[in-house]
């Protein structure tokens, strides 16, 4: 099917629209205006028709025959209109006796309203027509009642040539109106529809261009409508797509360092046991520790971009129960105390005695409360602290977890819980961990917030909602979110 531009519709739809209703009001007019002035110059006629008709009974009545011939000649070549209307007189054969013009009637030309005049009820002839010389003429014929006389009709000629001559100028000043109408129509609607499509080409070029991989193609707003806030919009995309884009490469590139390391490091051990022939056990026990330890952190990473791709289908599920966070949140700290004591990063949480019971899923908590520890201990320096809290607070539970690390500029801020955003690209991580705690977190119908000073230090406070005993009924062994 062939494709119809804006303009193409525009002029079938709107512009032919418009054509065809002043076509037909210069049509309509020209119609009325005819039939106006024809039916005035008719009317005319009659009127004078009636009027001789009285005084053609009057001559007879008071004249005899030849001298109301003679009176009716004299009558007839002095009529006071016989320059624009020609009177002529009829014998009751259908010859033109006399003419107020003096000049003799053709009998080539004929006379269809005296035939018209013989047989209707009043008397009354009328006819539009060309003499034989090619003159539009208007002919009323009279019939006149009068016994014994020569003259049985009298007619009245008038020329159409000045009516015809008003009427199409009459036509043509409507017919110029329509047109400059039309071309004013057509010249706003162009400019119309050129302002619309001339966007939507440098939109639709541009959406090709982003669809093919260059997110740097903009579009230049030209109006403060509906479509300068497309090319907006389409802007808008451009540059989130832009930035997901960047983010998508730094995370692959970070992933791929990310399994690089302990990968280098299992094979690097696994070597170093297999060529040697004399080591000690202490050397083995150390290879496979590291073995053990990095295969883990496969393992983790592993599993975190599962997560993620989980969260990104739809399929992320919880298995919510009752639960004692305090366990799950000790657990983790105990997790990371060997690990931030050999980096000399102190770590300082003083349990509480006791804390609500909530309503959630522990083992996801417990990635939550890692993914956080591993990040203050990763993004502070060697001598730096981590300092966890956990209280009770408005029905809500809250764990602060503070660190003395590098901080986060506050232009990184606001994108920190995206997913991909790395803000400091010197330490390792994908730039996913967060993003999962998130949505965790989410899930829970909690939140995590964060404040952070660049060079100073990042404070990740979480707060879960206390759990409602009135809600076990609505409990199932599983609940899956999306």
């Known amino acids: 099917m062939a494709l119809k531009s804006i303009a193409q519709r525009w002029f079938i739809n709107s ?45 007879s009545e008071n004249a005899s025959n030849s001298s109301f ?41 004929r006379m269809p309203d005296y035939n018209e005049a013989l047989s209707a009820p009043d008397g009354t002839g009328y006819y539009v027509g060309r003499l034989s010389n090619g003159q539009k003429i208007m002919a009323v014929t009279q019939m006149v009642s009068v016994v014994n006389s020569e003259i049985s009709a009298m007619r009245f000629v008038v020329s159409l040539e000045n009516v015809d001559a008003m009427i199409f100028q009459l036509i043509m000043g409507i017919s110029i109106v329509a047109v400059a109408v039309l071309a004013l129509v057509l010249i706003s609607g162009l400019l119309f529809v050129k302002s619309i499509v001339r966007p939507v080409r440098d939109i639709g070029t541009a959406a090709r261009q982003i669809a093919g991989g260059d997110f740097k193609s903009r579009i230049q707003k030209v109006s403060n409508d509906e479509v300068g806030e497309l090319c907006e919009t389409i802007n808008f995309m451009a540059d989130e797509l832009e930035n997901s884009e960047k983010m998508k490469n730094e995370f692959i590139s970070s992933v791929s ?14 070597e170093t046991l297999i060529d040697t022939e004399n080591y000690d056990l202490a050397t083995m026990k150390k290879g496979m520790r590291v073995i053990s330890a990095e295969t883990e952190r496969l393992s983790g990473m592993v599993e975190e971009l599962l997560d993620f791709s989980r969260i990104q289908n739809g399929r992320f599920s919880l298995v919510f129960q009752k639960m004692d966070l305090l366990a799950e949140l000790g657990e983790a700290v105990l997790m990371y105390a060997e690990k931030a004591k050999r980096d000399n990063i102190e770590i300082i949480y003083e349990e509480p005695e006791m804390l609500p019971v909530i309503y959630g899923d522990k083992n996801r908590l417990r990635q939550v409360f890692i993914n956080i520890i591993d990040n203050a201990i990763k993004y502070s320096d060697p001598g730096g602290r981590v300092k966890i809290d956990a209280f009770a607070r408005d029905e809500k539970i809250m764990i602060t977890v503070a660190d003395s690390g590098c901080g986060i500029s506050p232009d990184d801020l606001p994108m920190i819980k ?65």
């Not at 106006?36 to 005319?44: A, L």
């Not at 320059?83 to 003799?104: H, K, Q, R, W």
Request: net charge neutral; hydrophobic share 40%; charged share 20%.
């Open 257 to 270: 360092h990310e399994l690089r390391t302990p990968l280098t490091a299992i094979k690097g051990w696994a």
């Open 69 to 109: 011939y003679t009176s009716m000649r004299d009558y007839v070549e002095s009529f006071p209109d016989k320059d624009f209307v020609e009177l002529m007189a009829i014998d009751p054969y259908g010859n033109v006796s006399m003419t107020s013009s003096g000049f003799s009637y053709q009998k080539k030309d």
């Open 418 to 482: 995206t997913k991909f955003f790395k803000a400091n690209h010197t330490r390792r991580g994908s730039g996913i961990g967060l993003a999962v705690a998130n949505e965790i977190i989410s899930m829970h119908h909690g939140s995590i917030d964060i404040e952070s000073t660049l060079n100073v230090g990042t404070t990740v406070i979480i707060t879960i909602p206390i759990h409602n005993p009135e809600e076990d009924i609505e409990a199932n062994a599983a609940i899956s979110y999306k």
């Open 15 to 59: 512009f032919a629209v418009i054509f065809v209703i002043l076509l037909a009001i210069v049509t309509g007019s020209g119609f009325v205006i005819h039939n106006f002035y024809y039916s005035s110059v008719r009317q005319s006629l009659k009127y004078r028709a009636n009027s001789v008709s009285s005084t053609v009974l009057q001559y």
